[in-house]
């Protein structure tokens, strides 16, 4: 008797504890949890999509899925890869997770990259403690590769294929740096010379994962590094081969236009399973467009116009595209409400019934996917550390940002002068009006401090560190 309550309260638990859903689900009838799939891109700008003012890449499918599920106008990032993905994983912004940038001061002052503090859950843990199946497939980025407590199959996934090295030892060519579930793989020329694109064989990992787990509920997030350059070049030779333009440029193209049909091959096969009416598919990027591998984030105007690209606390080095989808259970439009990479975490585990631990940041947009009252953030907070690997900077590269309603606020180096634009009447961020407002700059500047916790290997926000209790290297 004790089994079968037990089994009708894990039945009806998506329900419980998740109050902005209920009337919307009240006359639907899953048949399991949903199952979510969140698509990352990777240095996709806001101006990459034919949705979103793209004229010359085409991305028929993207486009498309957007006129049938909800495109956010003002869904937010991070400005590089690693603290962007922490902040996604965990739910915190960038002022409270671990990671401020894509390396950190480690021991004798080298630099090493930084993982997730175990304390800090993901949703994958989140979500298999629950029950759920959980995969990602392709760039994990918040670990240490020495230590394989902080890899993404000791974090919550049950499935995980990626390239793995360590940076110092191993040759990155190396076939066994391709990873499935924490065990190398002898994946030799076939990773290069048979597919289109990588992406391609994480696509078709994707759909193994699928198969495995369709009568499941799960959680797959397809970790893509498309248009990331320049290790992701693209093996098909005629894709925009007759627009005469340079080859760094077709490359680019070409690897988002071929995102769009991996994309929708794996939609379609979620189609003919049966799963699109319990999926709920989230696309979007890790931050703003990149400029790197001889790139010209102008050429297809890829930030959209706005001012600024990756590394860059102007709107085109942190908003990006955001499509979400579910068949029958969100109904197609435009908003225009402030999200970020911070609010997934919390969506994801409202769609799935999952209780979230106390020092969450984000807030569910479930409300507003279903068309009901939805709770705005009172500000949204972003640092960065760009000191590391290759580069030292003046003030050690530190940048921070926040929006508070219209007003966007900008500081370079924390002894360095705020900006300050009203994003309503100048969303281009050209004219500083920080002079004729200071008691709004003053306003802000108590945010950047108070919103900026300590934390290991980070110091240019002003806090004092200790190198010395670097534990987490240890574990």
Request: proline share 4%.
């Amino acid at each position: 008797m004790m089994n079968r309550v037990l089994c009708i309260i894990i039945l009806i638990s998506p329900f419980m504890g998740c109050k902005n859903d209920m009337k919307s689900y009240s006359s639907v009838k899953l048949k399991k949890r949903p199952n979510i799939i969140f698509l990352l891109a990777d240095d996709m700008g806001y101006g990459e999509l034919g949705c979103y003012g793209q004229k010359m890449i085409k991305t028929p499918f993207l486009d498309s899925l957007s006129t049938k599920g909800v495109k956010f106008n003002q869904f937010y990032a991070n400005a590089v890869c690693s603290p962007s993905r922490a902040a996604l994983m965990t739910g915190k912004h960038p002022g409270n997770t671990s990671i401020r940038g894509n390396s950190a001061i480690g021991e004798n002052d080298l630099w090493y990259r930084m993982p997730l503090k175990k304390e800090e859950l993901t949703i994958g843990e989140y979500l298999k403690k629950e029950g759920y199946k959980t995969g990602i497939i392709g760039k994990w980025h918040l670990e240490n590769p020495d230590s394989l407590y902080s890899w993404a199959h000791n974090r919550g996934f049950d499935y995980t294929f990626h390239r793995q090295w360590n940076k110092y030892k191993d040759n990155p060519n190396d076939p066994k740096t391709i990873w499935e579930s924490g065990i190398p793989l002898n994946i030799d020329s076939v990773w290069i010379k048979d597919y289109v694109s990588r992406d391609e064989l994480r696509t078709d990992k994707a759909i193994e994962f699928i198969n495995r787990y369709k009568n499941e509920s799960f959680f797959l997030m397809m970790s893509y590094k498309i248009p990331h350059t320049p290790e992701n070049d693209i093996n098909d030779h005629t894709i925009y081969s007759d627009m005469g333009w340079p080859e760094t440029e077709r490359q680019h193209a070409g690897r988002i236009t071929i995102l769009d049909k991996l994309i929708k091959r794996l939609f379609f096969h979620l189609e003919s399973h049966g799963l699109l009416e319990n999926t709920l598919i989230i696309f979007t990027s890790d931050n703003g467009p990149h400029n790197e591998g001889g790139h010209d984030h102008e050429f297809f105007d890829s930030n959209g116009q706005l001012r600024g690209y990756k590394r860059d606390f102007y709107e085109g080095g942190i908003k990006v595209p955001f499509i979400a989808y579910w068949k029958g259970r969100i109904q197609p439009k435009v908003s225009s409400h402030v999200a970020t990479v911070w609010d997934v975490l919390p969506t994801i585990c409202e769609v799935s019934g999952v209780q979230t631990q106390d020092g969450i940041d984000g807030i569910s947009f479930l409300p507003e996917l279903l068309g009901e009252p939805q709770k705005d953030h009172e500000y949204l907070y972003w640092e960065l550390q760009l000191d590391g690997w290759w580069q030292e900077l003046l003030d050690g590269g530190f940048r921070q940002a926040v929006r508070k309603g219209d007003w966007k606020a900008i500081r370079y180096g924390i002894n360095n002068k705020t900006e300050l634009y009203n994003l309503r009447n100048d969303p281009f961020e050209t004219n500083d009006i920080a002079e004729q407002n200071e008691d709004i700059v003053k306003e802000i500047e108590k945010l950047f401090k108070q919103s900026s916790k300590e934390t290991i290997g980070f110091p240019y926000g002003g806090k004092t560190q200790s190198y010395k209790a670097m534990d987490v290297w240890k574990r």
